[in-house]
């Protein structure tokens, strides 16, 4: 049996979520997969609760917060964007099996909803540093975030190098183009 830190409990978690939904994450899936006992789920969360918790916050600081840092190393907001943008054609299923979680537990719905509001307002403060016009930058922010939710909502998903033309498309709206 390996020692299994907090942070793989939580890959672990969103693993399992990506893979089979909600309704698979449970004490025992995750035990029997990382090949530890109960006991080892409980010296690192009080309960399920406190897991669920934990891991919409690692979701967010992941897959969120991560990618707004990187961005934010880039020079100018075109050059952000394309970094948002870059990161946004990686396949994952993870997105729509969260969005699913939210529509059967208001905890995951909360914190879904203040994503979506953070995701948002940093895709406008990148199109208001390039347009300069408040309302144009929050229109042209749900443009580029509905493609992304709406693209993985497709059946099939339109996803990695089939996703940028789209991407490419909006951005000319703004009058800039990215690779």
């Known amino acids: 049996m390996a020692l299994t830190t907090r942070r793989k409990w939580l890959e672990e978690g969103l693993d399992i979520l990506e893979e089979v939904g909600a309704e698979g994450l449970t004490i025992e899936a ?3 997969r990382l ?3 109960k006991g080892s789920f409980y010296h690192h969360f009080k309960n399920y609760q406190d897991f669920k918790e934990s891991l919409l916050v690692f979701w967010e600081e992941e897959w969120t917060l991560q990618i707004i840092q990187l961005a934010e190393r880039e020079a100018s907001p075109p050059e952000k964007l394309a970094r948002v943008m870059q990161a946004a054609l990686k396949p994952s299923r993870l997105e729509v099996a969260l969005r699913a979680w939210a529509l059967q537990d208001e905890l995951v719905r909360d914190h879904q909803q203040r994503i ?4 948002l307002a940093y895709l406008e403060e990148l199109a208001y540093a ?3 016009d408040r309302l144009y930058a929050q229109q042209i922010a749900k443009v580029f ?4 939710v ?3 909502h497709i059946i099939p998903p ?3 190098e089939d996703l940028r ?7 000319r709206w703004l009058g800039k183009e990215t690779n």
């Open 116 to 119: 979506d509001q953070r995701r």
């Open 165 to 171: 033309p789209l991407y490419q498309l909006a951005q």
């Open 145 to 148: 975030y509905s493609i992304y």
């Open 30 to 32: 995750l035990t029997s």
């Open 158 to 160: 339109i996803q990695g």
């Open 130 to 132: 390039n347009t300069g």
């Open 150 to 152: 709406g693209s993985q």
């Open 35 to 37: 090949d530890v006992t």
